[in-house]
């Protein structure tokens, strides 16, 4: 089955500064990639994903990458601000399943 | 638009003891899935429903664990008997028509002891 990883584990990052977030993914037919963010004792909120057929997407202050020749997504977020910290998760499925596959998640922490 | 509901929010049982949570996906959400999180990890897939057929039950501990969605609307996850190992948070989540996105309930913190 799919298997995701995620790097770093835990990223500080002063508030105004980006944070980038990476993924990487074993399965080639995999072609749906979203990004979650959970706060504690909530459930994981989706916040942006991408589809195989797209490098790029962009909301606001977040952004996704894709790069499927190397088999790996990275989460983008710009002028964080302390409302930002939170655990992130990505994941990975294929079109048609929606049965998504989750990787281990980044504690991002935004020093006021 | 309402959220997914689930009930318990926590609950705390001994191990060998059974438990039961419900969730109540977002109205027209025709699936459904249940997750387990265990602190520090990412959410791993029990069980996926549409309707009320069970599409994926692959990773689920059927000697201890069952799941049912009757009338294809709210559904039921079991463990009986709880082990130890069971302690995690067990997330349900819904989408609608084709590769909606997932969205999730809050879930239910269950503590065997």
């Known amino acids: 089955g799919e298997n995701v990883e995620q790097h770093p584990s835990t990223l500080s990052v002063q508030e105004g500064d980006s944070a980038v977030i990476k993924c990487t993914y074993s399965d080639s037919a995999s072609n749906y990639f979203p990004w979650y963010k959970q706060e504690l004792g909530k459930g994981p909120q989706l916040i942006i994903d991408?589809?195989?057929?797209?490098g790029e997407k962009k909301d606001q202050r977040i952004a996704v990458t894709l790069n499927k020749t190397a088999k790996h997504f990275s989460l983008h977020i710009t002028e964080t601000q302390p409302e930002d910290s939170a655990v992130y998760f990505c994941?990975?499925?294929?079109?048609?399943?929606?049965?998504?596959?989750f990787g281990k998640g980044n504690q991002v922490v935004v020093i006021p | 638009e309402a959220g997914v509901a689930q009930s318990p929010r926590y609950k705390i049982i001994e191990k060998r003891q059974s438990v039961a949570f419900w969730c109540n996906p977002i109205?027209?959400?025709?699936?459904l899935y249940w997750y387990q999180q265990i602190l520090g990890q990412g959410p791993k897939l029990l069980i996926q429903f549409q309707n009320n057929g069970v599409v994926d039950d692959s990773q689920l501990p059927k000697d201890r664990f069952s799941a049912e969605r009757l009338k294809g609307v709210d559904s039921t996850l079991k463990i009986q008997p709880a082990k130890l190992e069971d302690s995690a948070v067990y997330l349900c989540a819904s989408s609608g028509q084709g590769d909606s996105p997932l969205h999730f309930g809050n879930g239910t913190r269950l503590t065997v002891t």
């Open positions: 991408i589809r195989s057929n797209v």
């Open positions: 109205s027209g959400h025709a699936t």
């Open positions: 994941a990975a499925s294929t079109y048609g399943n929606n049965r998504l596959a």
